[in-house]
Structure formats: C-alpha cells, structure tokens
C-alpha cells in the first residue's frame, strides 16, 4: 500500500535537499516523479532549491483553491502518455512513482487530504516535506492536518546556535526576534538587512527560544 509521508523538520534542516535527492533516487532507477508545491507569491516560487546549490523547477504549483488531486491525475496522465509511445514490447507503461511535495505546511488542511487520497486511493506515494510550526510555536493548519493523518512521521533535525536540537523558527526583522506579525512572512526581494521587510529565519532549541521570548511561548 502506498503511505503519505510528513518529513518535517525546522527551517534550514536541509528539507529541499532531501526532496531533491529523493526525487534523485527514484530517476536513478528509471522511475518519474512529479514534484508539487504550494503556489507561493513570491520570485521562484515554482522552484525547489536546495542550499546546497541544486535547483528544480516543479512540475506544477498547487493554488490555495486548487484540488491537489485532480492536478495530480492531470500531470499523472502526461507522464503515462509521454512514455507511451516509445514503450518497448513487454515493458510496462510508465507512471508516477511518488509525488514529492515541497514547503507542505502551505497546503490547506483539505488538499493534504486529498494528497492522503493520492496514496491510498491512486497507490501512489506523496512525500510531503515541510515545517511543523510557525515563529510563534503554533502549527501551520497543512502541518497539523499532516500530523494528523500521515502514515509516516519523520523528522529532519538541524542543530541551534547552541548545539542542541532545533525545535522552533524564530523570525528575525532587520536582524531582531520578533514574536508577533502574519504566520506567512517571506523574505522580500532585493530588502537591505536593516530594511524592516528583511525577514530571516533562525532554527532555535526551546531553550535559546524562550530566552529570545522573554519566555513567552505561543503569544496570544
Ligand atoms: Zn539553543
């Protein structure tokens, strides 16, 4: 039977560079993939980058109003026709071995269902990567829904500032914590670091969390 994996992990636990090299791993045996992710407005949306320095594009975005589902089906549908053709007597038709799902914790709660469907109905395998919680501590509505009904949970581990295990994602403005604002705030393009738009994220324990906090978790 074909699962639904979550592999979450604080930001820069190298998420990307496991999808990528997942989506490596399958090729390398002569299985397609298709890589999905969250329609973001951003420059690069449509890309997977791994820090490492590799970069794809995906195959197709999936818009917050989108059936994830049916995308999939569509894109499916291409691959079987594509190989098609050029199938050699005796050998399979091709198809989709796994979707890969990049920055999963922007699906909403409903199409992460419907990924959940992809693998127990279409017995394909969806791997979902993405981050569990926002800078305030609380679960992005994809993750928790992941959480919530994936087969499979594994995490990513990064390490803090001070050696221990990453746990949450403090957001820095103009290079200070802050612990309020929107749950989505991506780092605008071409902002100077002193610019109140330059948003970083650093990957923090729970110790170095609550002393940044003031020990406040999750703020009302
Ligand atoms: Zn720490």
């Known amino acids: 039977m074909a699962k639904l994996y979550f592999r979450y992990g604080a930001m820069n636990s190298g998420k990307s560079t496991a999808l990528l090299q997942a989506a490596y791993n399958y090729e390398e045996r002569g299985q397609a993939v298709l890589l999905a992710k969250p329609e973001m407005d951003t420059k690069g949306a449509d890309q997977i980058a791994s820090r490492l320095g590799v970069t794809r594009t995906v195959d197709f975005l999936i818009g917050a109003e989108d059936d994830a589902g049916e995308l999939f089906r569509r894109h499916r549908d291409r691959v079987r026709e594509s190989g098609s053709d050029a199938l050699i007597p005796g050998e399979s038709a091709p198809d989709v071995a796994c979707l890969l799902i ?12 419907q990924v959940f469907r992809i ?3 279409g017995a394909v395998p969806v791997m979902a990567y993405g981050i569990r919680t926002d800078f305030r501590t609380l679960a992005f509505p994809g993750s928790r ?14 390490i803090c500032r001070c050696g221990r295990k990453a746990l949450f994602n403090g957001r820095k403005i103009a290079g200070r914590f802050v612990f ?11 902002a100077s670091v002193r610019d109140e738009h330059f948003v970083t994220y650093e990957s923090l324990c729970g110790v170095c969390y609550l002393e940044e906090s003031g020990g406040v978790l999750a703020p009302a």
Not at 102 to 113: I, R, S
Request: no cysteine; aromatic share 2%; charged share 30%.
């Open 102 to 113: 990049d920055e999963a914790q922007f699906l909403t709660p409903a199409q992460v269902d």
């Open 119 to 121: 693998a127990v109905e």
């Open 145 to 158: 829904r992941l959480l919530e009904i994936a087969h499979s949970l594994e995490e990513l581990k990064t």
């Open 180 to 190: 309020d604002g929107d749950q989505v705030a991506i780092d605008a393009e071409g």
